[in-house]
């Protein structure tokens, strides 16, 4: 058969030729024009019934070969290829919008179609859970990171459970800073904290099995979680924080059996409490009597201001059901997506293959870079900075409040951490949040950390990465619209 006319292709000048003459070509074979065995005119002739250059036409013929949808055969000429089925219908016919019908979603994807997108957004002063990002000691990092750019040995894969010399150097670390028993083989290297989450999720639970979570907690574990389509059972909560002593009691929450249990035993999240040493002793052995596992976040007791750092649950006893976890988002920066988990050894082999599934090897380069920033000692020193610089900054905004808001807002006063909590009682926080983003201010509404039924409602404010020109300005902006906005009403 041969092909109709190509006096109707039309080319404009702000594409490729070639693309253009290559989709024409291809919408002609989709919609049938030219169907399956046609013979296309020589090269030469369609470059001259197109006015194009035949390079041009050689190239998107050669091209149309590799991609199957014509055939050369020698001494005939070229062909539409004559095993294309008669009804393709091309990319242009096929709906991927609202319209069309599209192969069904997983019964996870379809419950996260219903949740909302909640991203991180832009940084603005006061959004929590930023480091002071302006005083990270760049050149010294620059200056590791060129030495390792150009290894080879960097390039290629290494292993899923972290980089060695990292483990060696977070172990050594962990267990002089944090108070953590381990060993570099108990080590797992994540994409930041909430992979390490993940893992558990994934490594522990069953679907239908029961997790306690705070009440009010943070909420990417409740979402790795609920993920594996676990069940949060809120745990009765205290001054500073999770209230052992109603926890033992209940025992509602007890005949459900637990299988695991999330804590921030050395800083809650996000309120701030310490949980006493007799509390910390008291839950594990309630978690070894419950046979429930305890993940301990681990996520910024490095900041501590006024006495030494809370030493890690994880340590206070050998062979505690703990799986102890940690992030570089705070104590470097977020972007760096680095996380740690540290796991009784029995269990490294399954959360390794585990991460292989999930996401597998750690960027290589960046693991190199931090196990020298930490084994030249840039690590400890830069904490060390960080500690004095956001005590000051916590004071002062801390003492903004009391001295502007006193009447208004009650600081959750927790002396450690990046972020304060403050509770305004009895607001709407969402749109308290929202306008106070319209001054060019980050927050979190209170309410949105609560797993049901919150109870308070008010802001948490990350203050690490804000100036004190900043710390002024977001007050008064807060005063302001407290001042202004009846917020009981809205
Ligand atoms: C309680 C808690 N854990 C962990 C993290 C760190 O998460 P990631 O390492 O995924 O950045 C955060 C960050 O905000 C947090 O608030």
């Known amino acids: 058969m041969e092909a109709p006319s190509f006096s109707s292709f039309a080319f404009c000048a702000d594409r490729p030729l070639q693309e253009q003459l290559q989709q024409q070509l291809t919408d002609w074979i989709y919609t049938g024009r030219l169907s399956p065995g046609t ?10 019934e197109l006015n194009i250059s035949r390079n041009t036409v050689t190239i998107v013929l050669d091209q149309l070969k590799s991609e199957g949808f014509l055939e050369g055969i020698q001494g005939k000429g070229v062909f539409v290829a004559p095993d294309l089925p008669t009804d393709i219908s091309g990319p242009s016919k096929v709906n991927w919008g609202h319209k069309g019908p599209l192969p069904e979603l997983s019964e996870f994807g379809v419950y996260l179609n219903k949740t909302p997108l909640t991203e991180h957004g832009k940084i603005l002063p006061f959004t929590p859970g930023i480091p002071d990002i302006a005083s990270f000691p760049q050149k010294s990092w620059l200056q590791i990171q060129r030495r390792h750019q150009s290894r080879i040995n960097l390039m290629g894969y290494d292993g899923n459970q972290g980089y060695g010399p990292l483990r060696e150097a977070l172990s050594e670390y962990l267990k002089l800073s944090r108070g953590v028993r381990c060993t570099p083989q108990q080590i797992i290297i994540t994409q930041g904290a909430q992979q390490a989450i993940s893992l558990c999720a994934q490594v522990l639970l069953n679907e239908g099995d029961s997790v306690l979570v705070e009440n009010p907690g943070y909420m990417g574990a409740r979402k790795a979680f609920l993920a594996r389509r676990a069940k949060l059972i809120s745990c009765p909560m205290g001054e500073n924080g999770i209230d052992l002593d109603a926890l033992q009691k209940n025992k509602n929450i007890n005949a459900r059996q637990p299988k695991l249990m999330y804590v921030t035993p050395t800083h809650q999240y996000p309120l701030g409490g310490i949980l006493p040493a007799s509390q910390r002793l008291k839950l594990l052995d309630w978690a070894s009597q419950q046979h429930t596992w305890l993940i301990e976040d681990d996520y910024d007791s490095e900041f501590h201001y006024f006495h030494k750092p809370i030493a890690a649950l994880q340590g206070m006893a050998e062979e505690t059901p703990v799986i102890y976890m940690g992030s570089f988002s705070k104590t470097l920066f ?19 293959k585990a991460k292989s599934f999930m996401g597998g090897e750690s960027p290589l380069l960046t693991q190199a870079v931090v196990a020298d920033f930490i084994g030249e000692g840039h690590f400890i020193r830069h904490l060390r900075k960080m500690r004095l610089l956001y005590q000051d900054k916590w004071q002062h905004l801390n003492s903004l409040l009391n001295n502007e808001l006193s009447e208004q807002v009650r600081p959750i006063l927790q002396s450690a951490g990046m972020h304060l909590a403050i509770e305004i009682p009895n607001i709407d926080d969402q749109t308290l949040k929202q306008l106070f983003q319209q001054q060019g201010f980050g927050s979190s509404a209170l309410s949105s950390y609560f797993n049901e039924n919150p109870t308070m409602t008010g802001l948490v404010l990350g203050f690490a990465n804000t100036t004190e020109h900043q710390r002024e300005q977001g007050v008064a902006a807060l005063k302001k619209i407290l001042d202004i906005e009846d917020m009981r009403s809205i």
Do not use: N, T
Request: avoid cysteine; aromatic fraction near 6%; charge should be positive.
């Open 39 to 48: 013979r296309l005119p020589s090269s030469r002739r369609l470059a001259a």
């Open 334 to 352: 977020p972007a760096l997506r680095l996380g740690y988990l540290v796991v009784p050894e029995p269990l490294a082999k399954v959360f390794i």
